[in-house]
């Protein structure tokens, strides 16, 4: 591509700083400006940045530059978002969940695809180098077919500082909508993408910090495949001792030296003001081992896949092989990767309909939880769910 992308991002909240040092140090792109309607966190970035700085995403689109858009706001504006970018013909990433209704989805995919843009949908977990080797190995069918794929993630999810919007289900809050997009998505990419059914319980514990705090998620793939999502966000066992003891940003840091977990809730204004606090921390463009979302297991015909602090551990007949892999370029370098080469003609993994798959499945698991019977799902899409797709890519 002769010029770069000038990419502009709405929401500088936790998920749109954390894009900025990979948009800022991505060779195919250029931040050109910033929106965001909290005055203090707007003049800061824009000092920071060196780029205008608005109010809000539609003067940010009449006045400035712009390719592509970065929507990092809440779930629920991101459609009415979406719509303004599309009808200034602009490239979107938007965060996942896409949207918090199906038909909100399946608008934003349709928008996208008349407009003539691209529409992408993350970050998601499943570009971590880890997943996406996984799905190297998996497709190149050494260890045979996908028999079952299994994540977990135990987290204090529910007791970090949150706004109301992301504890209110309705408005696409909870651990189902927010961590369990990133463990469906990752599962459907590594199982071929076309989920069949979804049978779930989901869990409200603490009245005190009321959402969906947790769930356990089976799903059936149309190939026979089956799969399980389990995330508990309580804050007691961590995943991460599985694997090596490291963070989930990479860091090592001894048990005994985290923080106990703050449980009582407070007001608005401190949950809002801790957030922000939190947001304005460093997180690392690199870090010393493989991020990791959890633990995630596969298990093919003729062996087993998992992560390692560095990589992947790959057990088959020959015994366990690991397998190193470079942590230069993190999960947000490898989102940019792909939509810079989908604005160049190149075609998107992580599509609209990709993302209104996996929207799906945040629905199903919370309409199964609450009538206690398995989903069957309409809205599957296959992995690579268009020709010309490179398996893997």
């Known amino acids: ?20 040092p990979a948009i800022r140090g991505h060779a195919a792109f250029e931040l050109a400006a910033v929106a965001e309607p909290l005055t203090e966190t707007r003049e800061e970035i824009g000092r ?26 809440p779930t629920e504006l991101h459609p ?12 979107v990433l938007t965060e996942k969940p896409m949207a918090v209704a199906i038909d909100q989805g399946r608008a934003m995919a349709e928008a996208a695809e008349r407009a003539g843009v691209v529409l992408l949908v993350g970050h998601s977990h499943s570009y971590d180098l880890p997943i996406r080797t996984m799905r190297e190995i998996v497709t190149s069918g050494r260890l045979g ?6 994540t977990w993630n135990f987290t204090d999810w529910i007791y970090r500082p949150r706004r109301p919007d992301e504890l ?7 651990v189902t909508f927010r961590q369990g997009s990133h463990q469906f998505d990752i599962i459907r990419l590594l199982g071929g993408g076309m989920v069949k059914c979804v049978h779930a319980s989901t869990f409200d514990w603490d009245a005190a910090r009321s959402s969906i705090g947790a769930h356990t998620v089976f799903m059936q793939f149309a190939d026979g495949a089956a799969a399980t999502a389990v995330y508990n966000g309580y804050g007691h066992f961590s995943t991460m001792e599985l ?6 940003w990479g860091f090592t840091e001894p048990l005994a030296k985290r923080a106990p977990v703050r449980r009582a809730a407070g007001s608005v204004a401190d949950e809002l003001a801790a957030k922000r606090k939190r947001a304005g921390g460093a997180i690392p463009a690199s870090a010393p081992h493989q991020p990791h979302f959890g ?3 596969v298990s093919c015909e003729r062996g087993d896949i998992r992560q390692s602090p560095d990589g992947l551990f790959v057990y088959s007949d020959m015994g366990r092989k690991e397998i ?14 792909e939509f810079a080469d989908a604005i160049g003609g190149g075609v998107a993994i992580h599509d609209g309909r990709w993302g209104l798959a996996n929207l799906e499945i945040c629905l199903a698991a919370i309409e199964s939880s609450k009538s206690g019977k398995s989903v069957e799902l309409r809205y599957q899409v296959e992995f690579p769910s268009s020709p010309g797709r490179a398996a893997g890519a």
């Open 1 to 20: 591509m002769a010029a770069r992308i000038r990419i502009g991002i709405v929401g500088l909240g936790a998920a749109g700083r954390a894009f900025l």
């Open 48 to 73: 920071e940045t060196g780029v205008p700085a608005f109010a809000d995403l539609p003067s940010m689109l009449s006045g400035a530059a712009l390719d592509a858009v970065y929507i990092a706001t």
């Open 80 to 91: 009415e978002h979406c719509a303004l970018a599309f009808a200034a013909k602009k490239h």
């Open 145 to 150: 077919r996908v028999r079952m794929i299994h």
């Open 168 to 174: 209110d289900v309705s408005l696409g809050g909870s």
């Open 243 to 248: 694997i090596g003891d490291v963070t989930e």
């Open 295 to 297: 633990l995630t297991l």
């Open 324 to 337: 190193a892999l470079s942590n230069e370029r993190g999960p947000r370098d490898l989102v940019l990767d």
